[in-house]
């Protein structure tokens, strides 16, 4: 790791070092509601202006992607990712939508052979 007037914090194995809350300006609430599987996509609509980390995400949702999948991408904390994702959906950049479920979640013989296979391994 280094440091310097005009040297990057680098971390040799994980790459360059950016505290959460300064990629959030200090916020650590989204102001959208977001959760692990929704899907946010991008409207082509981009800010004028938008940090690295809003960028990065932008280019991640050019077809509907998952907020884990982007947070996974990007190597951010999901917390950071909700917050980063909001600002692009307040800004019109991004659009998002709940997560389609293929299967009913209060079906008991689904969820019966959920628990089944959950006790096998």
């Not at 440091?3 to 914090?9: H, I, K, L, S």
């Not at 040799?12 to 692990?36: F, H, I, K, Q, W």
């Amino acid at each position: 790791m280094t440091a310097g007037d005009d040297e990057v914090w680098l971390d040799d194995d994980a790459g360059p070092l950016v505290r959460p809350y300064t990629v959030t300006a200090g916020r650590t609430r989204p102001t959208v509601e977001l959760d692990l599987l929704s899907l946010v996509v991008a409207t082509g609509d981009p800010p004028p202006a938008m940090d690295p980390e809003h960028a990065k995400a932008l280019e991640l949702c050019r077809t509907p992607t998952s907020v884990a999948e982007i947070a996974a991408h990007l190597r951010l904390p999901v917390a950071v990712t909700k917050v980063l994702l909001a600002d692009l959906v307040e800004g019109r950049a991004l659009t998002t939508r709940a997560p389609r479920t293929a299967a009913d979640p209060t079906d008991r013989v689904l969820l019966e052979k959920l628990l089944d296979g959950l006790q096998r391994v």
